[in-house]
């Protein structure tokens, strides 16, 4: 029902933007004369408008600059026109990206049902190919709607769209083919899927990961030329040294010797390689240790430092270009928020109604706090420079300082909280929890120690006992007194305090299902994990923590471009080898006694033939078996066996994609924990507080002077009462992108200077429409070979 009521509003958009047209074709330009404005907005280029309309208007166009530039997007894919306008807010309405990420989903979780599918999720040909060719169809639909505004022109520039529509093009054909046959053939582009979820809005984060991976990719590419090398030249020198060795069949030929000295990069065949040719001589030993420590102690290490410094170097470059790219959204949207009466300054209500249209979920308080904040001269409208700062105050959560009193204050509960108050301020309470923290380890300790009769006693001994009911009461005790003490929404702002009661819940919950159901296990693990909270008394541990707080977003990333690899290869690998037993497969090789079936029992190596491709699951777990490397050759000799000498390529190149994201996600971990240390050497408790919240001072008769009035005036009367300074505190969340305007705020400097004395430069020149006084500036290039004049302000 509501993706029929928004489709049916986009309807209704687009049926406004075409009555409008016609009514310019039949009555001319009208009133526009007449509007008070600076610039106007491309969007009613033409359109007969009331002075009122057409600043909405403005406000919308410049409520799309911002999110452009909040989100990082290039602004020629920018609406131009009132036809462009409805196709671009359906393809940005959250409805829609919803939809998109739903069909993407869909069709990656389609390899469970495909053949080779998981027996619990497999469907007939008909069914996943109908749903794959819907789930291609809605994709398809954003594409075109992108086209309706965008252009060929546009598309054909921009790489990741071109990419999504080859691929789109390939899978559709691919999949009425696979319907109209009724049969899956060979389908390696079903690796190619996940492009369609990377490139949903949901999944920023996954493309920025991505894209410096990407940016990082020379330097590693010399260095794995150089790794190459040494691993070739060795190769080659094993074979001429130990090839003669009978027993040894690890350097029979050249080939053999490459692979073999590839797998001992990663130590997975050592010391197995080097102990037949040890045996025939203690000084082959010098070999096998050189060849170690050059490529793997040396070059991979250095390999490191390499990806590290370059890492460093596009974290800082990123934030460059971020924060210069919202600069210039900014501007772009402050020339549609002037007046000709004001050219130089945004009042009050123009800048409310931008955000009516930029984060309509703000209330009228928090959009004259916002303007207050940025308005830091005080002349009662924004120079471009002030508005430049316009994403600062969006992360801005406003409070009156009275507010900060407690929250019991004139209630009810005044004197428990007061009581919870005194007892959390008492100082020796902490002491006392980290007592009750380091009882419940002891009590732990004890319990395993203790005998139990079987497994179902020990685990109600160690999580459903009497001491555990204890310590989990006393500990929801002294979550109580905290929330009464600081109320809920403080309390649950503290991570600790987070952490803290949510293990107390589930320990709570372990020990009631276990005492319902014994041979419930799992459970066991949820009371120790009360003890972390000892970790924090260590400053080394709280920086670690601390580290992997700012990390998230980035290892989330990191997780979900490794999820994408590893559908890409076990896709790959399902096609490749999923038709081949490994049972007994390997007869008379180095791997023989590791794939040995019998009906009857199998020996404790002869697991190894579950390793396999045979379904989406089994890849999964196999590639994840390939990428910690522990006798991962095992499973590349087996397919190499049953399937061909050249098979593997296909491992070898999925060990050098793992070594690239793994190098880069430990450059990253690094330059995090580097970045928090200098963070806290720099910056003081109360240089933190400046930094996380802002004050702002006013009173009901200057925001009068500002020219608050109507609904804005009514919803600030009861917070600034006539006669009575008030004061509202904005806090801030700590993100490492609001970390980074303090740690780079010399850099930052730099760059804003650097930017206006560009701006110094003659880029463009303007013109003035001669036939419409009040049209959009014409912006004329003056380099290049097309000098085309196009309306509005869009690149």
């Known amino acids: 029902m509501k993706m029929y009521n928004f489709v049916a509003h986009s309807n209704k958009v687009l049926d406004y933007f075409r009555d409008q047209w016609y009514q310019v074709k039949s009555y001319g330009a009208g ?25 909405e208007m403005n406000y919308h166009e410049a409520a799309i600059y911002l999110e452009e530039g909040l989100n990082n997007e290039k602004f020629d894919s920018h609406p131009s026109s009132p036809e462009e306008l409805p196709a671009y807010l359906r393809v940005h309405n959250p409805w829609y990206h919803g939809l998109d990420l739903l069909a993407s989903l869909v069709l990656i979780l389609l390899a469970f049902t495909e053949d080779p599918a998981v027996p619990a999720f497999e469907l007939p040909v008909w069914a996943h190919g109908t749903i794959e060719l819907l789930a291609l169809t809605i994709i398809g639909v954003e594409l075109h709607l992108k086209l309706k505004w965008i252009g060929w022109s546009t598309i054909l520039k921009h790489k990741r769209t071109m990419i999504k529509g080859i691929t789109l093009l390939i899978m559709v054909l691919e999949a009425v083919v696979v319907v109209c046959r009724q049969s899956s053939h060979f389908r390696v582009t079903r690796a190619l899927r996940p492009i369609f979820l990377v490139d949903t809005r949901h999944c920023g984060g996954v493309r920025r990961f991505i894209r410096q991976i990407l940016q990082s990719l020379p330097p590693i590419l010399d260095m794995l030329g150089l790794l190459m090398f040494f691993v070739a030249t060795y190769s080659l020198l094993g074979f001429y040294l130990f090839s003669e060795h009978i027993d040894n069949g690890h350097f029979k030929t050249i080939s053999d010797s490459f692979v073999s000295m590839f797998v001992l990069l990663t130590t997975a065949n050592f010391p197995d390689v080097m102990m037949p040719s040890y045996a025939k001589s203690k000084w082959y030993a010098v070999f096998f240790i050189l060849y ?130 005194a007892a959390v301020r008492w100082p020796y309470f902490e002491y006392l929890i980290y007592a009750l923290i380091i009882g419940n380890g002891v009590s732990l300790v004890l319990r395993v120690c203790e005998a139990a009769g079987d497994l179902q006693d020990s685990a109600r001994l160690l999580c459903a006992s009497w001491d555990t009911w204890l310590f989990l009461t006393l500990f929801l005790v002294e979550a109580c007194l905290r929330m009464m003490a600081s109320g809920l929404a403080a309390y649950l702002e503290s991570g600790w305090n987070v952490f803290d009661l949510s293990v107390t ?63 890409f290869f076990a896709i790959v690998g399902m096609e490749l080898f999923a038709g081949y037993d490994l049972k007994n497969c390997c007869v008379n090789t180095t791997v023989e006694d590791f794939y040995k079936y019998s009906e009857n029992s199998s020996t404790a190596l002869g697991y190894y033939y579950l390793n396999n491709f045979e379904n989406i699951l089994t890849s999964g777990v196999s590639l994840f078996e390939l990428t910690v490397v522990n006798n991962w050759f095992i499973l590349m000799n087996a397919y190499a066996t049953v399937a061909g000498q050249f098979s593997r390529l296909y491992f070898m190149v999925f060990y050098l994609f793992t070594m690239v994201v793994l190098t880069i996600v430990v450059a990253s971990v690094l330059e995090a924990f580097r970045f928090r240390i200098q963070y806290k050497r720099s910056t003081t408790k109360r240089d933190e507080e400046k930094l996380l919240h802002e004050e702002v001072h006013t009173n009901w008769e200057e925001a009068q002077r500002l020219g608050v009035s109507g609904d804005l005036a009514d919803e600030l009367r009861p917070f600034l009462p006539p006669g009575v300074d008030v004061t509202f505190i904005g806090s801030r969340p700590r993100t490492k992108e609001v970390l980074q305007r303090r740690m780079y705020q010399a ?31 014409l912006i004329q290039q003056p380099d290049g070979d097309n000098h085309q004049i196009r309306p509005g302000y869009q690149l």
């Not at 210069?324 to 928020?337: D, G, I, K």
């Not at 709570?508 to 008394?537: E, W």
């Not at 560009?758 to 013109?767: A, F």
Request: aromatic share 10%; with cysteine.
């Open 31 to 55: 009133e526009a004369g007449s509007l008070d404005m600076g610039s106007r907005s491309s969007l009613h280029t033409g359109l007969q408008m009331s002075e009122d309309e057409h600043w």
């Open 292 to 421: 170690i420590i050059t490529v793997l102690y040396v070059l991979m290490n250095l390999m490191l430092a390499v990806v590290y410094e370059t890492f460093t170097r596009i974290e800082r470059e990123k934030c460059r270009a971020l924060l210069l790219h919202r600069r210039v959204a900014a501007r772009r949207a402050f020339r549609l928020l002037v007046s000709r009466r004001a050219p130089r300054a945004v009042r009050l209500r123009h800048f409310a109604g931008l955000i009516r249209h930029y984060a309509p979920h703000y209330s009228g308080l928090d959009v004259y706090l916002m303007f207050k904040q940025l308005n830091q001269s005080g002349s009662g409208g924004l120079s471009r420079a002030e508005f430049a700062n316009v994403y600062e105050v969006f992360a801005l959560r406003w409070a009156p300082q009275s507010g900060r009193a407690p929250w019991y204050s004139a209630s009810a509960l005044e004197p428990l909280g007061r009581a919870a108050a």
């Open 505 to 567: 819940l589930l320990a709570l919950m372990g020990a009631v299902l276990l005492s319902i159901a014994p041979k419930l296990f799992i459970v066991v693990i949820f009371r120790p994990l009360r003890l972390m909270r000892l970790y924090k008394l260590k400053k080394r541990y709280r920086d670690v923590f601390g580290t992997l707080v700012l990390l998230s977003p980035l290892m989330s990333s990191a997780g979900c471009v490794m999820l994408v690899m590893y559908y």
């Open 747 to 777: 850099d930052i400097l730099k760059w804003l200077s650097e930017e206006d004395e560009s701006e110094d430069l003659p880029p463009s020149t303007t013109v003035t429409s001669s036939e419409d006084p009040l049209a959009p500036p």
